[in-house]
């Protein structure tokens, strides 16, 4: 069975996972997209070059393409709900940008029917933009969100330890309904 079945199982079966379910899932797309946003820009960057552009650069823009997709491919199956649709929603639409960008600059670079306007639209390309920076700052909201989440459920589960040692060590309040009490 793949991931994406068993989320969709899984989906269906519950009303919707905590948010520190959906932070964990959304993050690691993030972290991969953090680790192709220099790759890409650089690539966009080496596209608007003057001269020829080399081959090696042709082939990563097509795996960067291949990969923009797959991330877009796994955000959609993140079942992420409440204020996060929103973060994955701007997450799909800034990767969607990267793939776009990408793909064009490898057509500017590597068109069959090169023409001045083509060339000088071309000579634009100047890496990924402030789209990049901004979804760096999503991942580091992604992640402090989580580790706040986390640090929650820490605190959360040790007050919940020491309610239980205080419900156990507290004394009877009174005789109970089987011993005669009300």
């Known amino acids: 069975m793949t991931v994406r079945s068993l989320w969709r199982r899984w989906w269906h079966r519950a009303a919707r996972p905590p948010t520190g379910v959906q932070l964990n899932l959304l993050l690691p797309v993030l ?34 393409v291949t990969a923009y997709q ?15 649709r929103g973060t994955a929603d701007e997450i799909d639409r800034l990767l969607h940008y990267h793939q776009w960008l990408v793909r064009s600059a490898l057509q500017l670079a590597f068109s069959l029917n090169p023409d001045p306007r083509t060339e000088a639209m071309r000579r634009r390309l100047d890496g990924l933009g402030p ?10 909201d992604v992640a402090r969100q989580l580790d706040a989440s986390t640090a929650r459920r820490t605190t959360d589960a040790g007050h919940d330890g020491d309610h239980a ?14 011993e005669g009490g009300r």
């Open 131 to 140: 789209s990049a920076t901004r979804l760096d700052a999503l991942r580091a």
């Open 165 to 178: 040692d205080r419900d156990r060590a507290a004394p009877p309040m009174g005789p109970s309904p089987e």
């Open 70 to 84: 797959q991330l877009r491919t796994e955000l959609r199956d993140i079942p992420a709900e409440g204020a996060l």
């Open 31 to 64: 972290d991969r997209a953090a680790e192709l946003a220099p790759v890409a820009d650089g690539a966009v960057r080496a596209c608007g070059a003057p001269g020829d552009v080399p081959g090696h650069v042709g082939r990563t823009c097509g795996e960067l």
